[in-house]
């Protein structure tokens, strides 16, 4: 199950107050039971990401307001971030901060993934959500690291450019571009920030050497026990994210990865109620939504590891109940 920290979703809460939403009926209205039966986990509790889905999605509704996730993420601080917070914070540029979250963002929320490429004179880092993600998570997420940067750079430091996956209107993109200052992309293939590689060597403000290696040691001791609690399903999906593409993606291969033997896998899949073919089928399906309509059909059949065009036709109208073609004719016209 993907699941955040609990401080990562208090902070949410505790906007919403600001807003003048009392807490408790909030949580009420999204069911929210999740405290009960934690008390006894070596880690603080941890939320579901459907819990944490509803509570974004209630907001935007009850405040009808189409970009609430995007004014979450202005509001973000360093501290909501927990240790890595601290630590992002006690860096000595942006490049060891990059560092810092590609490793252990997981600990903040283990919902999504974290990439990182340099392009000459441009960077890029890249989020790849899990497919059960809201476009609010989405909006929190990536307007949450421009915010924190900003706190510890320079509040007028601006990306080059802003891509989200999601579509937007006409007068939510105007906001975003105004706030980002730098264009904005829609219907991306990718959420990702692009800025200046000279960026990465610009120093924090609050860099502390003796801070940060010793809260290096306590990211990776609690990194270590939060892994360890993981399901092996989770540890599978991380794997399929990983990879640029899902040919000669096997069972075989993956238990290799795991230090395990194929049946051994199985057998443990089997206890979790899944089996490797549904995860793979549920990695073919997140992936395929973000390359449709973005490169020719029998290019992503390939990516996705299926032997013929004829069988990735069939995989696609049993998750859309329509052929590619037609789904393809359904999509808006790019507005980015």
């Not at 208090?10 to 929210?32: K, R």
């Not at 006690?90 to 929320?109: F, G, H, K, P």
């Not at 992309?185 to 990702?192: G, L, R």
Request: aromatic share 10%; charged share 15%.
């Amino acid at each position: 199950m993907s699941t955040l920290a609990d401080h990562y979703f208090s902070s949410c809460i505790d906007y919403l107050e600001t807003l003048g939403l009392n807490s408790q009926a909030v949580l009420s209205a999204i069911n929210f039971n999740e405290y009960s039966n934690k008390q006894a986990q070596q880690l603080a509790p941890r939320i579901s990401l459907n819990c944490y889905n509803a509570l974004l999605n209630y907001a935007q509704q009850t405040l009808n307001e189409p970009l609430f996730g995007f004014k979450l993420g202005q509001q973000i601080r360093t501290a909501d971030f927990g240790i890595l917070g601290y630590l992002i914070e006690s860096s000595n540029n942006l490049a060891s901060a990059i560092t810092a979250l590609l490793n252990y963002d997981s600990l903040v929320a283990d919902i999504g993934r974290a990439e990182f490429e340099q392009q000459g004179e441009l960077a890029i880092i890249r989020w790849l959500p899990n497919t059960n993600c809201s476009p609010q998570v989405i909006l929190r997420n990536m307007t949450a690291w421009v915010s924190v940067i900003r706190q510890l750079l320079n509040p007028q430091l601006s990306p080059s450019t802003i891509y989200f996956t999601q579509a937007s209107t006409s007068n939510e993109k105007t906001v975003l571009t105004h706030w980002f200052n730098c264009p904005v992309k829609t219907n991306a293939q990718y959420n990702q920030v692009v800025f200046p590689s000279s960026y990465l060597a610009l120093p924090f403000k609050t860099d502390n050497t003796q801070i940060n290696l010793v809260l290096k040691q306590v990211s990776e001791q609690q990194l270590s026990r939060f892994k360890s609690q993981q399901l092996l399903t989770e540890k599978i999906s991380q794997l399929f994210i990983a990879k640029n593409d899902l040919i000669d993606c096997s069972l075989i291969r993956t238990a290799g990865a795991l230090n395990m033997t194929p049946r051994t896998l199985q057998r443990h899949l089997k206890r979790e109620q899944i089996s490797f073919a549904d995860l793979l089928e549920q990695e073919r399906k997140r992936r395929v939504i973000l390359c449709i309509g973005k490169e020719p059909l029998s290019n992503i059949a390939i990516k996705l590891g299926f032997n013929d065009q004829s069988s990735f036709n069939r995989a696609f109208k049993r998750w859309y109940n329509c052929t590619p073609l037609q789904y393809l004719k359904t999509l808006p016209k790019n507005i980015g």
